[in-house]
């Protein structure tokens, strides 16, 4: 599998595969098709050549996997990022390398699942890099992002929807939900807006005026 056609400037998502998870081959190919620049995380990497997934780039501190690794010489034009700094996280090492090679969008797969302490890292990570580089975790039973100050999307009655903060969110306004807020805070811990849904097909509207909170759009299989 390979994800490779024409891109401008970098101007479309970049993917980055994590070592979580693994989500379905279905929700996989449409990443790959759709998200033409592929970095690894190097604890991914046997995983990747398996599926026989062509990816642009592996990074990391290579303490799972030699950087000499022989299986590197066989993609002739993969790009290999020693990052040996052992005060961030390889996903947050992933995701900065991406933003200084200019890229403006990333989705991340593989990142939920498996051990909970990298499942709840990786979703913190999200708000580090608000305004720099826009970014999604995506698996088979939701999407999560960074929520701007000021959020207008259309959703079908019933989608099931969470407004987690990060630290504490403040002064939240939302409509057509099941659960409105009117100048509300959540805070983690503490109060959460996990499990509300969409009440009518339509515009869902969020507001808020401080600190970080994600969305999460849920669906069940």
């Known amino acids: ?118 499942n709840f890292n990786n979703l913190a990570t999200l708000p580090q890099f608000a305004g720099i580089i826009d970014l999604a975790v995506v698996d088979d039973f939701s999407r999560v992002y960074n929520l701007p100050k000021t959020f207008k999307k259309w959703y079908p009655k019933n989608t099931k929807i969470s407004l987690l903060p990060i630290g504490v969110a403040d002064g939240i306004h939302t409509k057509n939900l099941a659960f409105n807020l009117q100048g509300e805070s959540l805070q983690l811990p503490g109060r959460t807006g996990s499990s509300n849904f969409v009440t009518e097909d339509g515009f869902v509207e969020i507001e808020y005026s401080g600190g970080h909170l994600l969305i999460m759009e849920c669906w069940d299989r």
């Open 1 to 118: 599998m390979s994800s490779h056609h024409f891109v401008r400037d970098k101007q479309e998502a970049a993917l980055i595969i994590a070592n979580g998870e693994s989500c379905s081959p279905e929700l996989l190919n449409q990443l790959l098709e759709w998200n033409p620049f592929i970095l690894v995380l190097d604890g991914a990497w046997s995983r990747v050549v398996e599926l026989q997934i062509k990816p642009d780039a592996v990074l990391g501190d290579f303490d799972s996997i030699p950087e000499n690794h022989p299986g590197f010489l066989e993609y002739d034009t993969l790009k290999i990022i020693h990052t040996p700094d052992q005060e961030f996280t390889d996903l947050q090492k992933g995701i900065q390398y991406l933003a200084e090679e200019g890229h403006r969008a990333a989705n991340i797969v593989w990142a939920t699942g498996r051990r909970a302490d990298h």
